[in-house]
């Protein structure tokens, strides 16, 4: 009973929100919009929309129909997008979900000689998801992720592309910079300026501080690398970043950095993509141009 036009409608309900518009979007008429739910209401026999002024709201019903359009409808567009690429003798588009804010400055490293070598494959990069990487490989609204903690679930494939170690990074003058590494209590009167990430998945809070009992005096965030490190350089904070980062950063900056705890913190980035989508010539090149790609 259900067809594609009905996940589209529904769609596009919910995100337009007033019939009109809905029908506008799709360029339906409104008849032709309210007569094919309305066929798929007697057919289910019960309402998937309700009126609320001018306004439509979906039934219980409904939303059950709209959940299923967001899974399918994405990976619709998708197969389509590259079958019309084939079609047009394209090879593609790229689109790279960052879970590792850092890790922008390598993979410029890697697109470049990337798109020497497939001159008609396009990139895209998103740093910002709505429910998180592995939500937006699913949903299809990107192509790979690249993240440092990887859940491995039924079909996606995690390739690791480099290991490094995660450090703590101070102001030259910093009382720490004399030292091997760091302890969890000689943080406790430490200013840390982080990415804005969540603290818990945060490897020096879930790692070091956590599990030690201890926390920082106060904790800031900043999206910039540049900036942060500027902070750190003039003493008025710590942060934490891999560690062939912050070497491309100590030439220029009178900064160093310790390890995090007497073993360190040690981490490999990974990248991620659907199982059905592993065996694309650019994809596997990409992963390919990564593990190429010198990080010391």
């Excluded at 798109?115 to 709505?130: G, M, N, R, S, Y």
């Amino acid at each position: 009973m259900l067809e594609r036009i009905h996940l589209a409608i529904l769609h596009a309900i919910e995100k337009q929100g007033t019939l009109t518009q809905a029908a506008d979007s799709l360029h339906l008429s409104q008849s032709a919009l309210s007569h094919s739910i309305k066929k798929l209401e007697q057919q289910m026999d019960t309402p998937l929309w309700e009126k609320d002024g001018r306004r439509l709201r979906l039934t219980r019903a409904g939303f059950e129909v709209l959940r299923l359009a967001k899974r399918v409808l994405p990976q619709f567009e998708h197969t389509e997008l590259l079958v019309s690429q084939i079609a047009r003798g394209e090879r593609g588009m790229l689109r790279i979900g960052m879970e590792c804010h850092p890790c922008y400055q390598w993979l410029l490293k890697v697109v470049s000689p990337f798109l020497e070598t497939w001159p008609d494959v396009d990139i895209d990069v998103k740093q910002a998801f709505q429910f998180g990487g592995m939500a937006a490989l699913f949903e299809y609204e990107i192509d790979m992720l690249v993240t440092p903690d990887p859940l491995f679930k039924p079909g996606v494939t995690f390739t690791p592309v480099f290991g490094y170690e995660h450090r703590l990074v101070v102001a030259r003058s910093h009382p720490l910079a004399q030292h091997a590494f760091v302890k969890p209590e000689q943080l406790q009167h430490e200013v840390l300026i982080t990415y804005p990430v969540e603290p818990q998945r945060l490897d020096i809070f879930s790692q070091f501080l956590t599990p030690a009992g201890c926390t920082v005096k106060q904790h800031k965030t900043i999206e910039t690398t540049e900036i942060m490190l500027q902070m750190v350089a003039a003493g008025r904070c710590v942060c934490a970043l891999p560690g062939w980062l912050v070497e491309e950063y100590a030439n220029r900056l009178p900064i160093t950095s310790l390890a995090i705890g007497e073993s360190g913190i040690h981490k490999h980035i990974y990248l991620g993509v659907r199982e059905v989508d592993h065996t694309i010539p650019y994809v596997q090149d990409f992963i390919r141009h990564a593990n190429a790609t010198d990080n010391s």
